[in-house]
């Protein structure tokens, strides 16, 4: 793991979509990062953190 990885994480933490919009960009998992989390804050950040460090 990369300090990349780190500050993507510690974003994926504050704010889940972001973190996942900056690896990403606007595809399938960011809109999937955004209703999780705006069904349930905790949810969203276990998929970032998930989608982020899977490889």
Do not use: S
């Not at 996942?20 to 999937?32: H, S």
């Amino acid at each position: 793991m990369g300090a990349a990885t780190c500050v993507d994480i510690l974003l994926a933490i504050l704010l889940p979509p972001l973190g996942v919009f900056l690896k990403f960009g606007c595809k399938a998992e960011f809109w999937i990062c955004l209703l999780l989390t705006i069904l349930g804050y905790i949810p969203g950040i276990i998929y970032a953190i998930y989608i982020i460090t899977r490889n």
